[in-house]
C-alpha cells in the first residue's frame, strides 16, 4: 500500500473538531482530497436554534458505478482529559495502538476509506470507472440536523446519482470482521399522559388519582410483546425512560400523571401502524375509565434494511478475504446516519472496533487501521472491476 492510513489517522485525531467545531478536520481532508483530483466542496448548513456546521463533499470520475463512503469527523467530547493515558487530541501511538478521541467513532475508518481511494486511485491512472464520492459530515455526535441530512438533499439538488454508499461507523464487537450492519431499528419516542383529578388525600372518593390509571397503562404496554422478530431484526423492544409526577406534596392526590417511552422497531411495522398498535393497546387497557393520552415526539429514524444481495456480498466477500472471517450481518444498536442516507442508495456499514468509542482513552489498533484500508481497497478493487 502506498498510502498510510495511520499517518492520515494521527493527523486528522490531532483535530480537535468536537462537534460542532470544524477543527481544521475538513480542511485537512480537503487539501488529501483535491490534491488527489478530487473536486471538494465545503458546505456550512445552519438553522435557527442550532449552531451552523460545516461538511464536506468531494467527487472524481463521473457516471456509474458510483460508490459514496460517509462518515464524520466530528466527535464527542475527551471528557477529564487527566484521565486519558495519552492526551485525546495529541494522536499518540504506543506499542502498536494509536490513542485519541475518534480514532474509532469514526477518524480511523474515515482514514482507511481515504487511503483506501487514493491507493486505488493510484492503481488505475488517478480516475475510477465510474464515480467515487465522500461525504463527510461535522454534525452526527450532535443534533444531526446540520449533516447528513442537508449534504444528501444538496449533492441530490446537484445531480449525485448515487449507487451504494459505505457508512464506516465502528460495527465489530470484538474484532474486525465481526459484524456488518445492513439496517437499523427505528426509533420513536412519546409521553404517556393521564389525567385524574386533584385533592385531599384523606378524601380519595372526591380525587382521581391519575397514577393508577398510569400503572394500569404501562403495565398494559409491557405485557405483550410489540412482535416476535423477523429475518434480519429483533423484536421490537417499547421501554419506559422515565416516571413524572413532580408531587411534593404529602397530602395531594395529584392531577396529572405521565411516564415517558422510546419503542425500537424492526420492519414488522411502519412508524404509523406501530402508534396505531400501541394506541389500541392503551385504549383497550383503559377501558373509558382512564383519562390518557400519547404525545409522539417528531422522530425521523424510520426502520430500515438494506436486503442481503450482491451488493451485501462483495462487502463481506471482501472482509473475509482479508481477516478470514464471515462477517455477522446486523440491525442491532442505535441510528445512525445510514437512517437518511438510504433514502438515496442501499447504505453498508463497517468500520473499526467499537470497544472504545466515547469512552475515555479511545484507541485503535494500527494493525486494524491497515486492514480495514485493505477491506475499503478490495472492496473499491470489486466494485469497479
Ligand atoms: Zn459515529
Redesign the pocket.
Known sequence: MNVDPVAIARDLLRCPSVTPEEGGALAYLERVLKSAGFEVHRLIFAEPGTAPVGNLFARIGAGHPYLMFAG?TDVVPAGDAAKWSHPPFSGEIADGTLFGRGAV??KGAVACAVAAVLDHLQANSGKPKGAISFLITGD??GVAVNGSVKLLRWAAEHGEKFDHCILG??TNPKSLGDMIKIGRRGSLNASLIVTGTQGHVAYPDLADNPIRGLMTIMTALLAEPLDHGSAHFDPSNLEFTTIDIGNKTVNLIPGEASARFNVRYNDCHSATALKTLVEARAHKAAKDRIRWRIAWDASNADVFLTAPGPFVDLVSGAIADITRRKPALSTSGGT?DARFIKDYCPVIEFGLVNAT?HAIDERVATADLVALTSIYRRLLDRYFA
Open positions: 464524520h467513532d469514526m452526527e455526535e461507523e465502528p445512525s468509542m
